[in-house]
């Protein structure tokens, strides 16, 4: 995720470390994140207190695919300060499945980053998820507008259209999804699921009379 202001109370880093973190958001930023990660768990050591680094190894761990890890070091970072936006961001996308608290945290994160796409999309999903659905497509919708071209964002808006029959909408938002990376394995997958959702609907409709047919 990319990175912004921390919400921590401002103090002064003593240069080394600020060095030391910028030289960390700079391997991130070029997609270095196991070199980004290394130096921010040495700033961690020097400094346990160290707010910005503990992000800094939440936020890198979760790049690398290290979601357990990633948890661990957000609810770190979170001791440290409840109103980190990266802290409370992590620990609701790593807790969509199975943390009943997820929706709270990832309502902390937009509190503290409003109109974040990334934010806001896992906000929706969860959100749709707990049974607030109009509140949750919502949201997504607002992640969209945000950031259009985002396949996550299309894929996730479309599954919960779905869930509530909008079943054309779906569609054509999983087909700008693979326009704009054929190869998306979630874009993939939801467009196949939605065509055999399709196929079923026309074989159902075709059961019925045709003057009810007619009127669909």
Not at 75 to 91: E, H, Q, R
Not at 94 to 113: F, H, I, V, W
Not at 185 to 194: D, I, M, S
Request: charged content about 30%; hydrophobic content about 40%.
């Amino acid at each position: 995720m990319s990175k912004k202001k921390s919400t921590s109370l401002e103090k002064k880093l003593p240069e080394s470390i600020a060095r030391a973190l910028a030289q960390s958001e700079e391997f991130k930023m070029r997609g270095e994140n196991t070199k980004a990660l290394q130096v921010a768990q040495r700033i961690l050591e020097r400094d346990p207190s160290c707010m910005e680094a503990a992000e800094e190894v939440a936020d890198n761990l979760l790049s690398l695919g290290r979601d357990e890890e990633a948890a661990k070091a957000a609810k770190f970072a979170y001791s440290l300060n409840k109103t980190s936006y990266i802290a409370n961001y992590i620990l609701g996308f790593t807790g969509l499945d199975s943390d009943k608290k997820a929706t709270e945290y990832l309502q902390n994160a937009n509190k503290a980053s409003p109109n974040n796409p990334e934010i806001l999309r896992c906000l929706g999903w969860a959100k749709f998820h707990i049974g607030k659905e109009t509140e949750g497509i919502a949201t997504l919708e607002r992640a969209l507008n945000l950031r259009n071209n985002d396949p996550l964002i299309l894929c996730d808006l479309g599954v919960c259209l779905l869930h509530q029959n909008i079943y054309d909408k779906a569609v054509k938002l999983f087909k700008k999804a693979l326009n704009l990376e054929p190869n998306n394995p979630r874009a993939l997958e939801c467009y196949e699921a939605a065509k055999d959702i399709g196929e079923q609907m026309e074989v159902e409709l075709k059961k019925l009379p045709k003057d009810i047919r007619d009127l669909i």
